[in-house]
């Protein structure tokens, strides 16, 4: 069973940054195409950033530049690095991991989520 636990969300300011991490457990780390995504209160869930088949990158457009996805295989972790926050920033941060096929930016693709962090952006 794949198990995903996030963790370091919480309170920044604008402009300031964050790095949320998500340790997978389960099955075979390195083999899995894990990602993020984030709900906003009233709002969809919205793809943030994800590693394709081939251990590529690939990132919602508005968040290029700003939010950087990494890996650590000898950890079985997963980070997302947050830049340049801003408030419209500001919602539950959950990653996810796909073990078969399906668009790298569409939520049905992945079988596993994590619990969620929270990411609060003050103005």
């Known amino acids: 069973q794949v198990q995903l636990v996030e963790s370091g969300g919480g309170l920044v300011q604008a402009g300031g940054s964050l790095r949320v991490s998500c340790v997978i457990s389960g099955g075979t780390f390195s083999s899995y195409s894990p990602g993020w995504f984030r709900q906003a209160p009233g709002k969809e869930r919205e793809f943030v950033a994800a590693?394709?088949?081939?251990?590529?990158?690939d990132y919602k457009d508005s968040m290029k530049g700003r939010f950087t996805i990494s890996r650590d295989n000898a950890k079985n972790t997963v980070y997302l690095q947050m830049n340049n926050l801003k408030p419209e920033d500001t919602a539950v941060y959950s990653c996810?991991?796909?073990?078969?096929?399906?668009?790298?930016?569409?939520?049905?693709?992945?079988?596993?989520w994590g619990q969620g962090t929270q990411v609060t952006v003050s103005s």
């Open positions: 590693f394709t088949w081939i251990d590529s990158t």
């Open positions: 996810a991991v796909r073990v078969s096929g399906g668009p790298i930016s569409t939520a049905s693709s992945y079988q596993y």
